[in-house]
């Protein structure tokens, strides 16, 4: 959202810590949601160091869970293929009676 504590100050339009606490907590926010903000605000440092140490605990999942999908994907793609081809395939060889329309002689006849 803001780069810096002091690029917020000034985005906010206030000049001190608690202008801009109260301008925070006017849009909804809690006290201790506000000084979280205030400590990640000033700790640019502590905010690096922890987005590299939670991407190093995501990014084997991640890749794992990209990968499943993928070969997933992959798999259920070429069989759905091959069972649409094998379909299509079966009309090659299908006996010479099956399009004969024997079936209206299962109707009852009302005349």
């Not at 810096?4 to 339009?13: I, K, P, T, V, W």
């Not at 006017?26 to 979280?36: A, D, K, S, Y």
């Not at 991407?55 to 994907?73: F, N, Y």
Request: aromatic residues 12%; contains cysteine.
């Amino acid at each position: 959202m803001f780069e810096s504590y002091d690029n917020a100050l000034e985005a906010c339009g206030a000049y001190k810590e608690m202008e801009l606490k109260e301008e925070l907590q006017t849009m909804g926010l809690q006290l201790r949601e506000v000084t979280f903000l205030s400590f990640l605000f000033e700790n640019p440092e502590f905010v690096r160091v922890e987005k590299e140490r939670l991407d190093s605990v995501v990014s084997p999942r991640d890749l794992a869970s990209r990968l499943i999908t993928t070969i997933g994907g992959l798999l259920y793609a070429v069989t759905r293929i091959i069972l649409l081809v094998l379909t299509f395939c079966a009309f090659r060889s299908v006996p010479e009676g099956l399009f004969i329309g024997t079936w209206t002689r299962f109707l009852p006849n009302i005349s």
